[in-house]
């Protein structure tokens, strides 16, 4: 467990003080994949070099299994660094170095035995797929391999937690999507605890058990990503959640292909986990008699299961419709009255 309490960071220029985190507490379970989005500035960075105190917070405890990283002594705090994975957007690899010897660095570092070395860094080349390219360089890899030998890289050291820096700003989304089914997979196998800042809600919503959303300093919301998806609470967040559906929220749009008639209502409805499998809508077409108007739908897979929204238009008569709505809401599946007939 990861207990973050207070944490507080102020710089201070000669021109001014800029509080980059201010007054964070959150716990981050074992084995989970926990999420911090936030805008340009909000702090996310300043946030993840505190977890390691690449930053030395100015006010606030972190404590990595029941040890508090902000008052170990340094000799102690390089031992417990080694336990701390880190990956960037910019990889950060030793470019006169090959693949393997970049990976072999920090056992290098920890002390650990060329024959150990070997095996181990064998070993990661395999997990995160880079067998064969062992002797290439840096500059002989793509975006997606590189990020591929930092995460090798990270993982040297067996490590209770991996911090992620925007490990895939810099990649288009194809390899981005590959490397998050990486850092998945590394997760499931090896029940690490990840840790990442993007300013990407795909990132969140594809990876992610919990997410924080940061603005200003501050946590704004947390919470599971599939009750932050569903009922975003802050505006910051509600912007966020728009970015995996920009179309839902242009009203407008969706009004030019409503029908309008007086006797039909305008729902949205929220499939959530396993009721976004369900044939709903052929089951009320069958059940009630009304005509239903698709207006727009989408899905959303998350670690926690599937998140939908449909915009539908119903037509029937009134106590019919009541009563459509009603089975609906019955069946687990949540409904929000956009227009009343
Ligand atoms: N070394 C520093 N000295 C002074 N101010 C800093 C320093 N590092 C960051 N800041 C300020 O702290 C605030 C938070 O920055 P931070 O980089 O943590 O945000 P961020 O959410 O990661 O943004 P980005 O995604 O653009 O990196 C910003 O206002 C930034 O200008």
Redesign the pocket.
Known sequence: MIQIKNLSKL?Q?KKQK?Q?VDNVSLNIEPGEIFGVI?Y????????VRLINRLEEPSDGSVVIHDKDITKMPSHQLRKKRQKIGMIFQHFNLLWSRTVFDNIAFPLEIAGVSKAKRKEKVLELIHLVGLSGKEYAYPSQLSGGQKQRVGIARALANDPEVLLCD?ATSALDPETTDDILDLLVSINKKLGLTIIL?T?EMHVIQKICHRVAV?ENGKVVENGEVLNVFVRPQSKTTKRFVQQLNPLEHEKDKLYNFINDREDSEVVKLHFIGNHARRALISEIAKKFDVEINILQGSIAPTQEGAYGTLFVEINGEKAVLTNTIQYIQDSGVEVEVLKHA
């Open positions: 710089y220029t800029v980059a936030g340009s500035g909000a702090g996310k960075s300043t946030f925007e800042i300013h940061m």
